[in-house]
């Protein structure tokens, strides 16, 4: 039982790095699609450098660096050329699954040496919850952190104001003199960069090798994590541990022989996915609480 919650909590956490930065880009107005493509791109960027370099830690930079960049590709577009987020963002996909694809073809069968795991000290030895709660990767406390920091920036600093004002009336703040381009600029890059820890993860820790498309569509799931959430990170946490231990389902129920065809069982995060989706549309109030308003819009500065 233990060994099957560390998994769910495990198999969260990219989720819990991509929904996060999703969640600021869109909470300054910016719908980002690109996310599977950014994973992947972080995803390939921290297998070759750990290999190339012999350090996993030289690969969580690098995979974070390769997010943010890929989401800068996406920004030039977006936000500097005002082309449609949504066509974008599906490009940026297809963009980062083929350019992920040429950059690790080099790597395919090759492994790394995936990150360590941290124990804290005092903390592990607490019965039962020690061990599943203080003895990971420096990328699980990571996740977390990040999940509190962001929720403290949005609601207690004056940036974080900033940032929800552009989101929701990027007229309004540009009237009272804010960039809202370089606002969005920087949301969408701090979003690049944490889909890009959520794709280093997956070699550096779930699986330590490379292969082609290996997000598997956690991207997607990311993406309606943060509608799950209604845009609040408080709620990232338990959306991306449910929506991990639908997808552990899958795993668990091949290894004890259920009769469910296998493919089905593989389908269950993605029906997951498009069952929350039509509860939270059919629940219009829901939908809206904490929905940028301006979400999605194309914002044209007036020189």
């Given at each position: 039982?233990?060994?099957?919650?560390?998994?769910?909590?495990?198999?969260?956490?990219?989720?819990?790095?991509?929904?996060?930065?999703?969640?600021?880009?869109?909470?300054?107005?910016?719908?980002?699609l690109g996310v599977e493509g950014m994973m992947?791109?972080?995803?390939?960027?921290?297998?070759?450098?750990?290999?190339?370099?012999?350090?996993?830690?030289?690969?969580?930079?690098?995979?974070?660096?390769?997010?943010?960049?890929?989401?800068?590709?996406?920004?030039?577009?977006?936000?500097?050329?005002?082309?449609?987020?949504?066509?974008?963002?599906?490009?940026?996909?297809?963009?980062?699954?083929?350019?992920?694809?040429?950059?690790?073809?080099?790597?395919?069968?090759?492994?790394?040496?995936?990150?360590?795991?941290?124990?804290?000290?005092?903390?592990?030895?607490?019965?039962?919850?020690?061990?599943?709660?203080?003895?990971?990767?420096?990328?699980?406390?990571?996740?977390?952190?990040?999940?509190?920091?962001?929720?403290?920036?949005?609601?207690?600093?004056?940036?974080?104001?900033?940032?929800?004002?552009?989101?929701?009336?990027?007229?309004?703040?540009?009237?009272?003199?804010?960039?809202?381009?370089?606002?969005?600029?920087?949301?969408?890059?701090?979003?690049g960069m944490m889909a890009g820890l959520g794709?280093?993860?997956?070699?550096?820790?779930?699986?330590?090798?490379?292969?082609?498309?290996?997000?598997?569509?956690?991207?997607?799931?990311?993406?309606?994590?943060?509608?799950?959430?209604?845009?609040?990170?408080?709620?990232?946490?338990?959306?991306?541990?449910?929506?991990?231990?639908?997808?552990?389902?899958?795993?668990?129920?091949?290894?004890?022989?259920?009769?469910?065809?296998?493919?089905?069982?593989?389908?269950?995060?993605?029906?997951?996915?498009?069952?929350?989706?039509?509860?939270?549309?059919?629940?219009?109030?829901?939908?809206?609480?904490?929905?940028?308003?301006?979400?999605?819009?194309?914002?044209?500065?007036?020189?």
């Open positions: 039982m233990e060994a099957l919650i560390l998994t769910v909590l495990l198999t969260s956490v990219p989720l819990i790095f991509a929904a996060s930065g999703e969640l600021i880009a869109e909470r300054s107005g910016v719908l980002n992947l791109m972080g995803a390939v960027s921290a297998f070759a450098a750990s290999s190339i370099f012999g350090s996993p830690y030289v690969g969580i930079l690098a995979g974070a660096v390769a997010g943010a960049l890929t989401a800068a590709v996406f920004a030039v577009f977006a936000l500097g050329l005002a082309t449609n987020q949504v066509a974008t963002g599906l490009a940026l996909t297809i963009f980062g699954a083929g350019l992920s694809g040429l950059v690790g073809a080099p790597f395919v069968g090759g492994t790394i040496d995936g990150l360590p795991t941290l124990a804290i000290p005092l903390l592990v030895d607490i019965p039962v919850f020690g061990n599943l709660l203080f003895n990971h990767d420096i990328m699980v406390y990571l996740s977390i952190g990040f999940i509190v920091i962001i929720a403290w920036f949005l609601t207690q600093t004056r940036a974080g104001l900033v940032l929800r004002a552009v989101g929701n009336s990027h007229d309004s703040a540009h009237a009272l003199g804010y960039q809202v381009l370089l606002v969005r600029f920087y949301a969408v890059s701090f979003g794709g280093a993860y997956l070699p550096l820790v779930l699986t330590p090798h490379w292969s082609e498309g290996m997000t598997a569509g956690r991207g997607w799931i990311a993406l309606a994590l943060v509608v799950f959430a209604s845009w609040l990170p408080s709620r990232i946490l338990i959306g991306a541990l449910l929506f991990g231990g639908i997808t552990i389902m899958q795993l668990a129920g091949q290894a004890r022989g259920w009769t469910i065809p296998p493919q089905l069982l593989s389908m269950l995060p993605y029906i997951a996915t498009i069952v929350v989706l039509v509860i939270i549309a059919r629940n219009r109030e829901f939908a809206r609480a904490n929905s940028p308003a301006c979400l999605g819009q194309i914002f044209i500065q007036n020189k």
